[in-house]
């Protein structure tokens, strides 16, 4: 049984782009987590979303960023017009159910803005 | 705002003494959860204690939660090199949303 996959493991993008980070959670799960880690911080929530809904995005910042879970395929963190204090980890979690259940994290992507 | 705070946030041992960490946090929860994070990498589930669960086992890690004074401890017994790590406590409130709250995080480092 696959982990949580997360790619690119690595992505640089130039001031003002786009970034795409792609989740699939481990199989069986129909719940995914996104959080952001700065350098020698924890882990901050982002987006809490099931299968095409998006249940809590408390942590998400009001522009430019958005997440969704579709019925088939990864769930996708996307950033518009990136900006250099965007560059972080982007962890991505799965679960088989709510809050009760361990949250299993992926690899990460790390996102490095020019 | 950061809910767990890991104490002390760096800790640095011989191989096979043991390391304690401690994590305090702020509001009603359901749960605490323990993860260890290598150099780099992703996040490792290590434990998930219950509010209503006193104390935890797994192998070589013992976890306790005093939901009376906030806080939670992770004792690691006979370190080891492999130990080294960042180690985060996080919580769940309870009735709450399902995220999870992570602390800052604290570095130990067992020395062969």
């Known amino acids: 049984n696959a982990g949580v996959m997360q790619n690119p493991r690595h992505l640089v993008r130039r001031r003002g782009q786009e970034a795409r980070l792609r989740c699939s959670p481990m199989k069986g799960h129909s719940h995914v987590y996104w959080y952001r880690q700065l350098p020698e911080e924890g882990l901050k929530f982002m987006v809490y979303?099931?299968?095409?809904?998006?249940?809590?995005e408390s942590g998400m910042p009001k522009e430019r960023f958005s997440a969704e879970f579709p019925k088939e395929g990864p769930s996708i963190l996307r950033i518009q017009q990136v900006v250099r204090g965007d560059s972080a980890a982007y962890f991505c979690?799965?679960?088989?159910?709510?809050?009760?259940?361990?949250?299993?994290f992926g690899p990460g992507t790390r996102l490095t803005v020019t | 705002s950061q809910q767990g705070e890991e104490d002390p946030q760096a800790l640095s041992i011989q191989e096979g003494e043991n390391a304690t960490m401690n994590c305090s946090y702020k509001t009603s929860i359901n749960n605490l959860q323990w993860y260890r994070q290598n150099s780099g990498r992703g996040l490792v589930h290590l434990i998930l204690i219950r509010s209503n669960e006193r104390e935890k086992h797994s192998g070589r890690l013992r976890v306790t939660l005093d939901t009376s004074k906030k806080s939670s401890s992770l004792l690691i017994t006979a370190s080891r090199a492999a130990d080294t790590a960042s180690y985060f406590c996080a919580t769940r409130a309870q009735g709450g949303s399902e995220k999870l709250v992570f602390g800052k995080g604290m570095k130990l480092t067992v020395n062969p």
């Open positions: 979303l099931q299968k095409e809904n998006i249940i809590d």
């Open positions: 979690a799965s679960s088989l159910g709510g809050g009760a259940y361990e949250q299993y």
